[in-house]
Protein backbone atom coordinates (compact mmCIF):
# COMPACT_ATOMS: atom_id res chain seq x y z
CA UNK A 1 0.00 0.00 0.00
CA UNK A 2 2.20 2.80 1.38
CA UNK A 3 5.39 3.49 -0.70
CA UNK A 4 8.38 6.03 0.43
CA UNK A 5 10.68 7.29 -1.51
CA UNK A 6 13.76 9.28 -0.89
CA UNK A 7 15.48 11.63 -3.01
CA UNK A 8 18.74 14.59 -2.59
CA UNK A 9 22.18 14.94 -3.41
CA UNK A 10 24.48 12.01 -2.42
CA UNK A 11 27.47 14.37 -1.79
CA UNK A 12 27.45 17.07 0.08
CA UNK A 13 30.45 19.34 1.47
CA UNK A 14 30.89 19.80 5.19
CA UNK A 15 29.66 22.73 6.78
CA UNK A 16 27.09 22.64 4.13
CA UNK A 17 23.20 21.70 4.98
CA UNK A 18 22.03 18.05 3.86
CA UNK A 19 18.68 18.37 2.26
CA UNK A 20 16.57 14.78 1.45
CA UNK A 21 12.64 14.85 0.39
CA UNK A 22 11.00 11.87 1.20
CA UNK A 23 7.98 11.02 -0.98
CA UNK A 24 4.83 9.28 0.20
CA UNK A 25 2.21 7.82 -2.52
CA UNK A 26 -0.48 5.06 -1.00
CA UNK A 27 -1.71 7.24 1.86
CA UNK A 28 -2.04 10.67 3.02
CA UNK A 29 0.82 12.27 5.53
CA UNK A 30 -2.08 13.74 7.39
CA UNK A 31 -3.77 10.33 8.24
CA UNK A 32 -4.38 10.04 11.84
CA UNK A 33 -2.05 8.85 13.96
CA UNK A 34 0.80 8.37 12.21
CA UNK A 35 4.41 9.91 12.05
CA UNK A 36 6.93 10.35 9.39
CA UNK A 37 10.65 9.66 10.51
CA UNK A 38 13.91 10.01 9.25
CA UNK A 39 16.44 7.41 10.45
CA UNK A 40 19.98 7.13 9.40
CA UNK A 41 22.94 4.59 9.35
CA UNK A 42 26.55 5.56 9.36
CA UNK A 43 28.36 2.85 7.91
CA UNK A 44 29.36 -0.42 9.90
CA UNK A 45 27.18 1.58 12.66
CA UNK A 46 23.70 0.67 14.01
CA UNK A 47 20.29 2.69 13.15
CA UNK A 48 20.12 6.01 14.86
CA UNK A 49 16.48 8.18 14.57
CA UNK A 50 17.02 11.43 13.58
CA UNK A 51 13.29 13.09 14.23
CA UNK A 52 9.86 13.02 13.09
CA UNK A 53 6.65 14.49 11.83
CA UNK A 54 3.38 14.06 13.32
CA UNK A 55 0.29 13.38 11.30
CA UNK A 56 -0.58 16.57 12.54
CA UNK A 57 2.15 18.72 11.69
CA UNK A 58 4.37 18.42 15.06
CA UNK A 59 8.06 17.93 14.98
CA UNK A 60 10.17 15.58 17.23
CA UNK A 61 14.08 15.61 17.24
CA UNK A 62 16.86 13.24 18.94
CA UNK A 63 18.30 15.50 21.36
CA UNK A 64 21.51 14.82 20.15
CA UNK A 65 20.62 16.31 16.60
CA UNK A 66 17.78 18.67 17.34
CA UNK A 67 20.16 22.00 17.09
CA UNK A 68 20.90 21.14 13.39
CA UNK A 69 18.16 19.26 12.66
CA UNK A 70 14.75 20.54 10.57
CA UNK A 71 11.91 18.52 9.51
CA UNK A 72 9.37 19.81 7.81
CA UNK A 73 6.13 19.19 5.12
CA UNK A 74 4.38 19.63 2.03
CA UNK A 75 0.55 18.37 2.17
CA UNK A 76 0.06 19.05 -1.17
CA UNK A 77 2.76 17.19 -2.58
CA UNK A 78 2.55 14.24 0.25
CA UNK A 79 6.06 14.95 1.57
CA UNK A 80 8.43 15.44 3.89
CA UNK A 81 12.02 16.90 4.15
CA UNK A 82 14.96 16.65 6.73
CA UNK A 83 17.64 19.49 6.24
CA UNK A 84 21.42 18.75 8.52
CA UNK A 85 23.24 21.90 9.06
CA UNK A 86 27.16 22.23 9.11
CA UNK A 87 27.50 18.40 8.35
CA UNK A 88 30.75 16.79 8.74
CA UNK A 89 31.81 13.20 7.50
CA UNK A 90 30.76 11.78 11.06
CA UNK A 91 27.19 12.47 9.24
CA UNK A 92 27.83 10.35 5.95
CA UNK A 93 25.44 7.56 6.55
CA UNK A 94 22.65 5.45 4.29
CA UNK A 95 19.22 8.22 5.38
CA UNK A 96 15.95 6.61 5.62
CA UNK A 97 12.59 7.74 5.62
CA UNK A 98 9.82 5.94 7.40
CA UNK A 99 6.33 5.73 8.33
CA UNK A 100 5.95 4.88 12.11
CA UNK A 101 3.88 5.44 15.45
CA UNK A 102 4.80 5.81 19.02
CA UNK A 103 3.45 3.56 21.78
CA UNK A 104 4.19 3.99 25.53
CA UNK A 105 7.93 1.98 24.95
CA UNK A 106 8.72 2.43 21.84
CA UNK A 107 8.45 3.42 18.40
CA UNK A 108 7.79 0.93 15.70
CA UNK A 109 8.02 1.17 11.32
CA UNK A 110 5.67 -0.54 8.96
CA UNK A 111 6.88 1.28 6.03
CA UNK A 112 10.50 1.87 4.70
CA UNK A 113 12.28 3.84 2.19
CA UNK A 114 14.72 1.67 -0.09
CA UNK A 115 17.45 4.24 1.44
CA UNK A 116 19.77 6.88 0.19
CA UNK A 117 23.37 6.82 0.25
CA UNK A 118 24.70 10.52 1.39
CA UNK A 119 28.68 11.34 1.68
CA UNK A 120 30.23 14.04 3.40
CA UNK A 121 33.44 14.71 1.64
CA UNK A 122 35.15 18.02 0.44
Known amino acids: QVRLQESGPGLVKPSQTLSLTCTVS??????????WSWIRQPPGKGLEWMGA???????YYSPSLKTRTSISRDTSKNQFTLQLSSVSPEDTAVYYC??????????????WGQGTQVTVSS
Open 53 to 59: IAYSGTT
Open 26 to 35: GGSITTNYYY
Open 98 to 111: ARGWKTLVVNLYDY
